[in-house]
């Protein structure tokens, strides 16, 4: 079992910046695939970004590259994703998940998920 939890959303303006954290409970973290995906009013949840559990491999959505970076540590069991040149159709619910299946861009995939922090970008 995988407890997660979220922190760090909020309110910001178009072009500033954001970092969540995520902390993951249990002693096997580091085999863990994580994923941030979000989800919008009236929208399906969709990937933002996923990162291998030594944290070599990462790979990101179309709409985030170049902005996003996810990133891990393994030693305090978390995950965090920093987020840069905000735009409004970034707001959205952003969660975290893990998955044990070497997968990464589907969230059926994903057995354990945290309840999501609510990000708002102000134009």
């Known amino acids: 079992q995988v407890q997660l939890v979220e922190s760090g959303g909020g309110l910001v303006q178009a072009g500033g910046s954001l970092r969540l954290s995520c902390a993951a409970s249990g002693r096997t973290f580091s085999s863990y695939v994580m994923g941030w995906f979000r989800q919008a009013p009236g929208k399906e949840r969709q990937f933002v970004g996923g990162?291998?559990?030594?944290?070599?491999?990462?790979y990101y959505g179309d709409s985030v590259k170049g902005r996003f970076t996810i990133s891990r540590d393994n030693a305090k069991n978390a995950v965090y994703l920093q987020m840069n040149s905000l735009k409004p159709e970034d707001t959205a619910v952003y969660y975290c998940?893990?998955?044990?299946?070497?997968?990464?861009?589907?969230?059926?995939?994903?057995?354990?998920w945290g309840q999501g922090t609510q990000d708002t970008v102000s134009s």
């Open positions: 990162i291998s559990g030594s944290g070599g491999l990462t």
């Open positions: 998940a893990a998955n044990g299946r070497n997968s990464y861009f589907s969230d059926w995939d994903y057995d354990y």
